[in-house]
Structures are given as C-alpha cells and as structure tokens.
T-cell receptor, first 114, second 111 residues
Framework: DTEVTQTPKHLVMGMTNKKSLKCEQHMGHRAMYWYKQKAKKPPELMFVYSYEKLSINESVPSRFSPECPNSSLLNLHLHALQPEDSALYLC?????????????FGPGTRLTVL | GIQVEQSPPDLILQEGANSTLRCNFS?????LQWFHQNPWGQLINLFY???GTKQNGRLSATTVATERYSLLYISSSQTTDSGVYFCAVPLIKAAGNKLTFGGGTRVLVKP
C-alpha cells in the first residue's frame, strides 16, 4: 500500500481563523513533507520532517506551523493567513530521510483564504 | 541550486497519438521522478528512473544521466492521460530530501 491520506479535501477560512491540515501514512516511512502548489505552478517544498523532527524549513512564514505527533501523522497548523496563501497543500512521505527514495504524495487540501 | 526545465510547456494531442516530453537538468543527479498530476490535483508516481529505460504499459521513460536529460514517452494516448506531467530531482539537504520540480508539461488529449 503506497497511500498517503489528507484531510480535509477542501478548506475555506477567513484571515482570523485557526485551522489545521492533517496527513497520514502507514507505510512506515520516516520522512514526511509539506509542499505548497499555486495554480499552474509546480509544487514547492515547505517543510521536511525526518524521524519526527523538523529537518528542513524553507523560510516559511510563522503563520504556518508544522507538527509531527508521531511517525505516521503530520499536521500543518494555520493561523492569520493571507489571501495569497490560497493554494493546494500537498503532503508526501518517503522511506529514508537520508536518501533519494521515491516520494509518495497525498491527494492534497485545496485551501481558500477569504 | 539545480535547475530543471521541461518542454514543451503545453501539448494538445488527438486520442491515439504518440508524444515525447523532455526534462533537462543542470547538474548530475542520483535520481529522477516523473509524476502525472490529474485534474483533481493528485500527483501520481509514474517512474523512479535515475538512468536507463523503464516501461509501464503505454508509458515509458528514459534517463541519460551523463547528458542530463530524461524523456517520457506516451504512446496511443487516451483522454485519461490529460493533466500535467512533472519531472523532479531530489537533493539531499541537511537531513532531508528536497524535490525540485520542473515547470511541467500540460497535456490535453482530445477524443
């Protein structure tokens, strides 16, 4: 099974709201990723967790706060977002953080910030 | 950082036609992935191909690492092949693996 699940599929939020995106994998992968994809653009890396520790933060604004409660779960907490943060947020996982293993992507959460 | 470029940016095919998509990268790589992003946004793994040729049904891919390019072949295209095709190369950075994507090739297969 190479499935990564994400909830919710769609999210609409106001600029003062707090919401969370959730990602789950049961493949025993030890690296998990958040990507952001704007319309008609390729995905861009936001964060990498390796063995449940944050290993890469691509200079993402603090209104995005990642969390890895255990090896299967990855959350992205959202607070005080701007309309330009509207995008598709993709979660991915791979077997070994220190290698160039295949990354498997979830279906994404389509976020709209009003 | 590494640059990844894809061509053509857009492609319109008649159902049943064959086509080749190209991915050029600016530095040597340990791996290369091809993805298909369907109209709902799901990124589907097609190939993990650091070098050589692989085939999966009507799709095949060839990577020539020494010349820094990879090709994706679509044969007998179907409407379900529509979507965006991305190539991506990984970079080991700190204790993580960063995928750098090309700009994508947007494919529309007409019935």
């Amino acid at each position: 099974d190479t499935e990564v699940t994400q909830t919710p599929k769609h999210l609409v939020m106001g600029m003062t709201n707090k919401k969370s995106l959730k990602c789950e994998q049961h493949m025993g992968h030890r690296a998990m990723y958040w990507y952001k994809q704007k319309a008609k653009k390729p995905p861009e890396l936001m964060f990498v967790y390796s063995y449940e520790k944050l290993s890469i933060n691509e200079s993402v604004p603090s209104r995005f706060s990642p969390e890895c409660p255990n090896s299967s779960l990855l959350n992205l907490h959202l607070h005080a977002l701007q309309p330009e943060d509207s995008a598709l947020y993709l979660c991915a996982s791979s077997q070994d953080p220190g290698s160039t293993d295949t990354q498997y992507f979830g279906p994404g959460t389509r976020l709209t910030v009003l | 950082g590494i640059q990844v470029e894809q061509s053509p940016p857009d492609l319109i095919l008649q159902e049943g036609a064959n086509s080749t998509l190209r991915c050029n990268f600016s530095d040597s790589v340990n791996n290369l992935q091809w993805f298909h992003q369907n109209p709902w946004g799901q990124l589907i793994n097609l190939f993990y191909i650091p070098s050589g040729t692989k085939q999966n049904g009507r799709l095949s891919a060839t990577t020539v690492a020494t010349e820094r390019y990879s090709l994706l072949y679509i044969s007998s295209s179907q409407t379900t092949d529509s979507g965006v095709y991305f190539c991506a190369v990984p970079l080991i950075k700190a204790a993580g693996n960063k995928l750098t994507f090309g700009g994508g090739t947007r494919v529309l297969v007409k019935p």
